[in-house]
Every structure is written in structure tokens, then in C-alpha cells.
């Protein structure tokens, strides 16, 4: 496996307590070589600290919000022409050490998009909050239905992909609730999807982004986002 061809990307946002033991973890595997942090408008000292880490660091002007940050990290990797992306979340959540196990069905061909999912057995780690898994399951039926592709982790950012996923995603990719929808363009463009089995641990520090599966009023948001981004139609890629 070439080093060169793989790159990680973290999202982040007011991270400074949790950006460094993430990069140290990552860096601490053989299998990557290069990193990438795109700083999504931090008002502390993420970038500053993911810069002392010798890593790329991409800071956008202002808080855009976490699907336009990973757009970012997908649109570098694809002008850099790496060949597979994984994408980490920097608080801790995401246990890099399976990072290998979603890559091996990306570099088999089994898919073009392997996702982590903490609801596959053995059932080890942190499952979320009661509330936050009722949605995650309403979300996971709903877009089992609609892509005819068995989903059990929506909303996990726990990701790899391959470069047709990423040139998909690098020009087509959701903004306001970009896991579940992502899952809906990825059906769009005949994207194959594969869930592993992975370990999620409790955020280290800090609030987490995701915020929709906490209220009925944005359980509903969600839902007509997911419907909407179905009767989209396919456009070009190249």
C-alpha cells in the first residue's frame, strides 16, 4: 500500500484541547503518512496547534459549518490527486487504530465508501445517548429504504473513501446535515457503501456539532432534507 496515495482529513472546530492527542494517535500508525486539518473558523487554537504538528492545516475565513469542511479536506484531496481519503473527527470520538479495517473494503473494490458504524457487532464503545440513537435508527431505516442499501450508522463521519467517491463528494456534497444526506447522494451516483464494525469513544472534551437529532422540529429538518436530496437529479462530474 503506498503512503502517498492516502491522506486524512479532520474537520474541526474549536478544538484546541482535543486536535493534538488526534494527530499524535494518527501519526502513531504506519499505515498514513499525510494529514491534513481544515480549520472550520476556530476562535482558539486549533490551527496553531495542528501547525506545530507539522501537518497540512487549511483554515476557512469563518465557521461554515462542518459539511462545507469537509467539502474543503474532499476538494484538496481530490487537486492533490490522492488516490483514498479517511476522514477522523478531532474530538476524540473516532478510535484511529480502525482505520485499517475501513480501508481494506476501499482498496479491495468491495466499495467506494467504507463507514464505521458503532452498531455493528461487537457492540464495543460509546453508542450515544438514548435520544441521539432513536434517531440514528429512524435515519438508518429511512435511508435503508430509500437507497437500497443496509445503513445502520447515519450519522457517522467515520469514513473511507475512494477517489470516485471523492471526486463525487469534492463537487457534490451536503451542507446543513451532510452524514445523512451524503449517504443519499452517494446512492445518486451509484456509490457503493459498506459499514465495519468500529469503536466510537465519548467526545474528549467540548460540545458536539451535531445538534439535529436532539429535537422533533429538527428530526423533521432532517427528514425533508433527505427526501429532497432524493428527487435530486444526477448531475455531470467531470
Same mark, same amino acid.
Given at each position: 500500500?503506498?503512503?502517498?496515495?492516502?491522506?486524512?482529513?479532520?474537520?474541526?472546530?474549536?478544538?484546541?484541547?482535543?486536535?493534538?492527542?488526534?494527530?499524535?494517535?494518527?501519526?502513531?500508525?504506519?499505515?498514513?503518512?499525510?494529514?491534513?486539518? /481544515?480549520? @472550520?473558523?476556530? =476562535?482558539?487554537?486549533? !490551527?496553531? %496547534?495542528? +501547525?506545530?504538528?507539522? $501537518? *497540512?492545516?487549511?483554515?476557512? &475565513?469563518?465557521?461554515?459549518?462542518?459539511?462545507?469542511?469537509?467539502?474543503?479536506?474532499?476538494?484538496?484531496?481530490?487537486?492533490?490527486?490522492?488516490?483514498?481519503?479517511?476522514?477522523?473527527?478531532?474530538?476524540?470520538?473516532?478510535?484511529?487504530?480502525?482505520?485499517?479495517?475501513?480501508?481494506?473494503?476501499?482498496?479491495?473494490?468491495?466499495?467506494?465508501?467504507?463507514?464505521?458504524?458503532?452498531?455493528?457487532?461487537?457492540?464495543?464503545?460509546?453508542?450515544?445517548?438514548?435520544?441521539?440513537?432513536?434517531?440514528?435508527?429512524?435515519?438508518?431505516?429511512?435511508?435503508?429504504?430509500?437507497?437500497?442499501?443496509? /445503513?445502520? @450508522?447515519?450519522? =457517522?463521519?467515520?469514513? !473511507?473513501? %475512494?477517489? +470516485?467517491?471523492?471526486? $463525487? *463528494?469534492?463537487?457534490?456534497? &451536503?451542507?446543513?446535515?451532510?452524514?445523512?444526506?451524503?449517504?443519499?447522494?452517494?446512492?445518486?451516483?451509484?456509490?457503493?457503501?459498506?459499514?465495519?464494525?468500529?469503536?466510537?469513544?465519548?467526545?474528549?472534551?467540548?460540545?458536539?456539532?451535531?445538534?439535529?437529532?436532539?429535537?422533533?422540529?429538527?428530526?423533521?429538518?432532517?427528514?425533508?432534507?433527505?427526501?429532497?436530496?432524493?428527487?435530486?437529479?444526477?448531475?455531470?462530474?467531470?
Amino acid at each position: 500500500m503506498d503512503k502517498n496515495k492516502i491522506l486524512v482529513i479532520i474537520p474541526a472546530f474549536n478544538e484546541e484541547n482535543n486536535i493534538v492527542n488526534t494527530i499524535k494517535q494518527i501519526k502513531s500508525l504506519s499505515l498514513v503518512k499525510d494529514i491534513l486539518v /481544515i480549520n @472550520d473558523g476556530s =476562535s482558539d487554537q486549533t !490551527a496553531a %496547534n495542528a +501547525k506545530e504538528e507539522g $501537518v *497540512f492545516v487549511v483554515s476557512l &475565513p469563518y465557521n461554515l459549518g462542518i459539511g462545507a469542511a469537509v467539502q474543503a479536506g474532499f476538494q484538496f484531496a481530490y487537486k492533490k490527486d490522492y488516490e483514498y481519503v479517511i476522514r477522523v473527527d478531532a474530538d476524540g470520538q473516532h478510535d484511529v487504530n480502525y482505520i485499517n479495517d475501513l480501508l481494506v473494503p476501499v482498496l479491495n473494490r468491495d466499495a467506494d465508501i467504507a463507514i464505521g458504524s458503532r452498531f455493528i457487532k461487537p457492540f464495543t464503545g460509546y453508542q450515544s445517548s438514548f435520544v441521539r440513537r432513536v434517531g440514528i435508527n429512524f435515519f438508518a431505516q429511512l435511508l435503508s429504504f430509500l437507497t437500497s442499501q443496509h /445503513i445502520t @450508522d447515519p450519522t =457517522s463521519g467515520f469514513q !473511507a473513501l %475512494n477517489r +470516485k467517491a471523492l471526486k $463525487v *463528494f469534492s463537487k457534490y456534497y &451536503p451542507n446543513d446535515f451532510p452524514e445523512p444526506e451524503a449517504i443519499v447522494v452517494a446512492g445518486r451516483y451509484k456509490l457503493k457503501i459498506k459499514e465495519i464494525p468500529v469503536k466510537m469513544n465519548k467526545r474528549a472534551s467540548g460540545s458536539s456539532s451535531i445538534r439535529y437529532l436532539k429535537t422533533l422540529y429538527y428530526m423533521i429538518k432532517v427528514t425533508f432534507a433527505i427526501l429532497l436530496d432524493k428527487i435530486k437529479t444526477k448531475k455531470g462530474i467531470d
